[in-house]
Each structure stands twice: as C-alpha cells, then as structure tokens.
C-alpha cells in the first residue's frame, strides 16, 4: 500500500508540475463549455412565426393570443393556405409556422384529439429546436389553463422541415463533458505511460518488485479522480450557468459518470500498450478515439441519419450509449430501469477492454 | 553470480548477440566494453529479464532469468542507458521514490550512497532535468543503490558526462565493490578497462577476448612502436608504404605502428627519413586495451 | 603555414538573465587547423559555439567567422560553414544519395556540382554498393564518414564537429579521423567540440573551457608539458577541479 501511495503521488507531481498538462485537464472544459454554451444560445426572443387558422373558432383564437402574449414570438403573418408556408420560410421570413386544425375547439371540447402541427425551418436545427420546444411549453401552458381538458386530447405533430431526424435540444452539455472526459482519462493516461517508455524509467520500474496492477492502478487513480472533478464543473457549468435541466437522481447520473470514465482510462491504457512514444499515443487517442467520439456519437451529427456503416461502428463507442445514458437521466429524470440496457454496454464495454489491457500488459519490453 | 550460455538474440533478420558466454564471480567489477551496437545493450535487458534471449541461458545470482524473473527485480540495481530519471521532480523526490518502490527507505540503506548523495545533497531541492549530466549520472547510481542490490547492472553509466565526473564515478564502483556488491558495467571508452578486473570485448554481438586488463594488454601479439612526428597524417600515409608493417593506426598525436619481432628501429627510421617525415621519436610501448581491440578487429575483418 | 585567420574571438560573452554562460572569451583559429574546443558538461561550450555557428546571439563582444561578423552577417556565415553533430547528420528515411542531394540543394550547389559531389563522395569510401540504400540500414560508423562528406559538400571555409565519433569503434573512429585529416590538408579549418578526451588528442590545437572562461589554450604537447600530465585527461581534471 505504501508503495501505491508513493507513486499516485509520484503521478499527481507529474501532473501539477506541467503546465500543459494542468491547461488541458482544468482550462479546456471551461473553454468549451463556455464556448459551446454561447454559440449554441438558448435564449430566444421575438421569433418570427406565422400562424394558419384552419379552424377560427374561439380555442384557436385563444391559443393564437397566447403564444402571441408570450413575448417569444412575434406572429408575422396569418396565413391563408399551406401552399404560403414553404414562401414565408423560403423568404426567409419566418422561423417557424403553426398550424391549427379543423375544428379544433370542438375536438378539444369533446375529447376527440384536437390537431396543431408545427413547422419549422431546421436548415438551422438548433434554433429550430429551441423555438418549437418554447412553443410546446406554451401548448402545455394553455391546455392546463383551459381546465376541463385532459393535455392529452391535444396532438401536435411536430415537422422539422429540411432536417427532419434532429431532435437535439441540450446536446451539448453532456457532448462536451463526453469529449472532455474521454479526452482527460483516455489520452492522457495513455501519454503519461508513454512517457515513461520514452524516458527509460518504464524499464526501472519494470525492473522492481513493483507489480505491475500497482503502476496500472497508478497510473488509472490520479486521472480517475480528476476527470470526476471535471464532470462536476462542467455539471455546474451546465445547470447554472446554462440552466440545463436536471430531472433525474444525481446518485445515478454520478455512478455513471464514474462508469464512462472507468471505461475510458481502460482504451487509455490500452492505447499505451501499444503505443511507445508519447507522440503515438498522442495521435492513437486522438485518431482512435477523440475524432469518432466528436463525430459519431451523436453529438454533432444525429446518429440516425448515418450511413448504416459508420452506425454500426457508433455502437461500439462508449461515448454513443453515454450520451443517450446522461440525456435521459439529466432531461427525462428516467431512474435506472429505462437504461439498464445501454448502462450494460458500457459496463460490458470496460471489462471487455480492462480484460484485453491485462492481457497486453508486458512485464517485459518486447 | 552472473552465468550466462550461449546466449543469442534476434530481432528479425538482426543478430544482436550471437552466442555469448561468460561469467561474473561475486564481487568481481566486470566491464563489457565495445562501441554502440555491439548487443551491450540486449545483454542488459536479458539479464534484467526485459528480454527473453532467442536461445541459450542466462542466471543471476542462480535465477534463471525468464523463469525467476520476479526474483531477479528484488536483487539487482539496474541503470538503464540513458539516465532514466523522473525530470520534473527533484532530487529528493526520485530518490524518496525509488526507495518505496523497492520497499525501503533512504535511511535504510543510506550508508550505500552517503558518499555519491552528499555532492548531491546542495542540489537536493533542484529538479532532475535541470542537473549536469555528472550529476545526473550520480542520482541515476543513488536510485540504482537504495534498496542495497547484491547485483548492479550498469549499461554505459559513463557516456555524455566529462572526464571529471567519469572519473568519480570508477572511484564509487571502486569503492562499491570492497563493500561486497557484483558490478556488471559496459562502456564504448577503451579507457575505461584498465579499471575492471575482467573486461570481455565485444563487437557486432560476439565476445572478440576476455580476460584481465593486463594480461589482454600483455597478450598483445606484435611489436608495437609509438611514433611521434611533426605531422600523424603525413607519417600514416608514409607507413602505408612500410612493407614490414602490420598496422599503423594513430593515437592523439603520434602513431602506434605494430610490426613483426624482426624489424628494428633502424629499418623504421630509415623509411620515415626516405620520405621526409621529421621524426621527434619513436620507442617500443606496451600496448594499450584499445590496440588490442583493433588487432581483434582486424582479424575478424579479415575473416569474414 | 599562412597566418590567414579563420575565426577570431573578441571577449565573445553570452547571458542568460543573471548567468554568464560565456564569460569574456577570446581566441583565434588559423586556416587549416584542428581546433578541439573542449568543456565539462555546462562549461559553457555549447553556448558559444552555437554563437560562432549564428544559431544563437551574443551579448558582448565580437567575433568573425570565415570572414563574416556573427551579429551583422549570420546568413553568410551560415553559407561559408558546415556542421554535423552525432544527433543531426542524415535523414534516415532517405537514400544517401537522396541525402547528397538534399544538402547539395540547401546549399545551392547546382546539378552539376551536386552530381560530381556525389560521386566523388560514394568513389572515395567506396559506397557503390550502397548508393541507394536508406540511410537507416546503414551501420553507424559508415553513417559517421558520409555525414562528414555531407557536411563539407559546399567545401566550407570551416566545419564544426560536435562529439562527431563518440560510440564508434576504434578503427572506423581512425577511419573517420583521416577525413578530417585530409580535410585539413585542403584547407579547411575544423573546429572540435567535445568532452571525449580522445578526440580531443587529434586536434593540433586545443582550448579547455571551465565556468564560461578559457582555461588552457595550446597544443597537445603544450598542456601535458604546463600541467605536467600524461594525458590530455589529466589535464582536464586539473584544469576542471
């Protein structure tokens, strides 16, 4: 044990007296939240609508002052006929277009589903998103206000013109701390062991009663603990800074967290039992792991509008299925049932790479 | 304490250690000496068991070095090539961490390095990339020592430190050896022989002769003559054309001529004269380890 | 031996902040000399031979190498002298011609001369055989001799060597020692920096660095005869001590 300690604490040395290395570990996830978090705004105003009253009944008439009053939108235009709606976006003047349906307060009233659908411009799919999810909060707004009628009767279909698949709203939140995270445990385990191949003590220590899950467990303990000091500032970066929703236990959220670092240091050291100079390592993680976490785990691009290949090659990212774990506990507040399954893939994921480190762990050189 | 047989290693197609043989007696300060990419450096890791040899034997201290290798790490003191030191902590800390690596402490075994840590104790604060190389070398030895191995594998501990710090570090060897510890040492100076009490050369994987530095030195087959003229360029030239010659090679500013027990001085004189080299002098010396080494050379050249 | 100079030092003097890393030095270099520049690790050596190579800027003093001021013409200086040290020779990826080539190109020779360079190169240590192989597949005392080659292709007035034989073999060492021989006897200065005794023993002249200053200064002969020594190792401890 003694041991153990004297050389988590040789590594926390490594790592406060590198400037670099203190920069990437604690200056990068502020940046990028930060970063991410501005240009990705949330905050709408006055966005160009336009309305199309099939029905002109009171309800509707109702419904229309109320995301009028709202002080998100600005109603634009009362159209006329679907045809006007593809001109109003085409002429760039609207960003969104509601339409009511026929008899909509009767259906509403006799508990028959009442229709709106929702059209938006998604060639610019966040804001599209944004502004059809503060339309929704409106909707909900207005049934319970309505009274007598169960939310359920009202039906709104929702389009996203031009981009139909996209449905991320607070993507980058958990995206960042994904990147983040793998970017901390996963490459910088694997350059630090290098180091020590490039630098020659790799063979003292081999060379010494030390045993070989000591500079594993090490080398795994120091990043551990600093990647969950990372996941927390980005989760408060997120809730408070952002205002990003939080439903779920943070118990569970914690766990896994913990779980998707856990599988990270495991490539990390994986990675560096192949690699012997800092520079592999260094490009290995950043080819093997940091590229298709940014591209293929649905942080940037919707997963579902991939060729089927690269789908198939996102599943086994640890990243993908962490993604969809942390949105759903984060905005759906769903306990541990709902993603028992994808918490099982990671966690198969790990031991499957923690079992192929041990098996590549060299006591020797070659 | 250290036997080795027939050992050979390969990587691919390369033959770094062709089938070596020696041994090292219990407090024996044994030197391997020959220039980079002689398989030094190979033999160090399979004794350490950082490699497995292709074929043949190897024990240290009588564990086998592929089967025992867990033993072997408990009792040996290995510095690596190149100083493998921790550059961003300080001399303390390296030392401090060593020390627990092997389950001891400074204190411990402090009587081993007290001579080598005290020129290093005004430092002991300074990080480890930020020494000279001498006392890089110094620290890399401390580290090597503190946890009192019966066995120091040291491979070129000498190369990128000046004369002065070379030559402190052959008087703690020295000094190593009367407290009881087996020194395994490998080195591209020629020099650096005379210090050990067997030395092996080896070239190209293979031991070219072993034995004591002096009897390598009296065994010296020739009659070597050491030239000093006004210009060595000149007199190697003009010796080119001396038909009684075995070699002439220069060392610093004369010439070491190696000629058959027949040919006298005269013969010598006489042919430097008929081509206009100003002779300041000339006189039969005992040869050197590195003549002996060239000599070696040239008849394995020869052969092959 | 004509008296032509080929570098000459002023209380040449190089800072860092409170550190005088070279302290005041002066000496001169004659056409056609070996000059050993030697030094305990953190001399001072480096230092001031990356001043004379322009690599690196002085704070006081003057210096002219091969004719040119350090500080007012370092891109002349630059074309007018070679340089190989153990760590920077050769591309290993790259053939020796390709190598040949390549330094033949950043020194502006043209075709022509870079074709003829080469051959003289590859016919004078008998390289035929392995023209075209990677330089990487090459042993390293060979690897040693064409760097030297390479570094005097544009035939500069001087060359600077750093450790240029450490871990050579004796006989390849002697090898390579004869080129810079012969380089000397055509003129070209060829100025040593090393801490390997041995090398130093080669040099006609010899200067020994302690704490940024020099020391010692004179031939071979000269030093073991003030400091009353058998070899130039001995002198160096004295001096170092």
Known sequence: MKTFIAFVSKEFKHIFRDRRTLIILFGMPVVLVTLFGFAITTEINNASIAVLDRSHDSYSRKLIDKISASGYFNIKSELQSFNQIEKSFSNGKIKLAVVIGNDFGKHLITGKNAEIQIVTDASDPNTANIISNYLMAVFQNFTTESGVLPPSNLKIDTRMLYNPENRSVFMFVPGVMTVILMLVSAMMTSITIAREKELGTMEILLVSPLRPWVITIGKVVPYLLLS???????????????????????LLLFSEIVLFILSSLMLGLLISTMASTQQTAMLGSMMGLMLPTI?????????????????????????????????????????????????????????????????????RLE | MIAIQNISKSYGDVKALNSISFRVEKGQLFGLIGPDGSGKTSLFRILTSLLKPTSGKA???????????????????????????????????????????????????????????????????????????????????????????????????????????????????????????????????????????EVALVQKGEILKMDTPQNLANGFPHKLWKIVSENNYR?????????????????????????????????????????????????????????????????????? | MTEEKVIVANNLTRTFGKFTAVDHISFDVRRGEIFGFLGANGAGKTTATKMLTGILSSSGGYATVAGFDIKKHRNRLKKNIGYMSQKFSLYEDLTLKENIRFYGGIYGLSKKETAAKTGEIVERLDLKQIENTLISEIPLGWKQKIAFSVAIIHSPKIVFLDEPTSGVDPITRRQFWNLI???????????????????????????????????????????????????MDEVFIKLAR
């Open chain 1, 228 to 250: 969950i000091i990372n996941a927390i500032t980005i989760l408060l970066l997120g809730l408070f800074v952002f205002k990003m929703p939080m439903h779920g236990s943070y």
């Open chain 1, 295 to 363: 591209l293929l785990s649905g942080f940037i691009f919707p997963i579902s509008s991939m060729p089927v290949i690269l789908q198939y090659i996102s599943h086994i990212l640890p990243a993908k299925w962490f993604i969809i774990i942390i949105k759903s506990i984060m905005l759906k507040g769903t306990g541990f049932k709902p993603i028992a399954f994808e918490t099982g893939i990671l966690a198969f994921i790990t031991i499957v790479l923690a079992v192929m480190t041990i098996k590549k762990f060299k006591i």
């Open chain 2, 59 to 197: 024990t240290v201290a009588g564990f086998n070095t592929v089967t025992d290798y867990k033993d072997i790490r408990k009792i040996v003191g290995y510095m690596p090539e190149r100083f493998s030191l921790y550059m961003d902590l300080t001399v303390e800390e390296n030392l401090k961490f060593f020390a627990t690596v092997f389950n001891t402490t400074i204190r411990e075994n402090y009587h081993l390095i007290e001579e080598i840590y005290q020129m290093l104790e005004p430092f002991k604060n300074r990080r480890a990339g930020d020494l000279s190389g001498g006392m890089k070398q110094k620290l890399a030895l401390s580290c090597a020592l503190i946890h009192k191995p019966e066995i120091l594998l040291l491979d070129e501990p000498t190369t990128g430190v000046d004369p002065v710090s070379r030559k402190d570090f052959w008087d703690i060897l020295k000094k190593l050896q009367k407290s009881g510890i087996t020194t395994l040492v490998s080195t591209p100076f020629m020099d650096d022989a005379e210090l050990c009490d």
């Open chain 2, 235 to 304: 007199t190697l030239k003009v010796l080119d054309e001396f038909e009684t010659k075995i070699s002439a090679f220069s060392f610093g500013n004369s010439v070491h001529l190696a000629t058959g027990d027949d040919v006298d001085e005269q013969a010598i004189v006489n042919h430097l004269k008929q081509h206009n080299v100003k002779l300041i002098s000339i006189a039969i010396i005992k040869a050197h380890i590195e003549d002996v080494f060239m000599d070696l050379m040239s008849h394995e050249k020869g052969s092959s």
């Open chain 3, 181 to 231: 021989y012969e380089a000397a006897e055509n003129g070209i200065t060829v100025f040593v920096t090393t801490h390997y005794m041995d090398e130093a023993e080669y040099c006609d002249r010899i200067s020994m660095m302690t704490e940024g200053k020099i020391a010692a200064l004179g031939s071979l002969h000269e030093l073991l005869t003030k400091y009353n020594s058998k070899s």
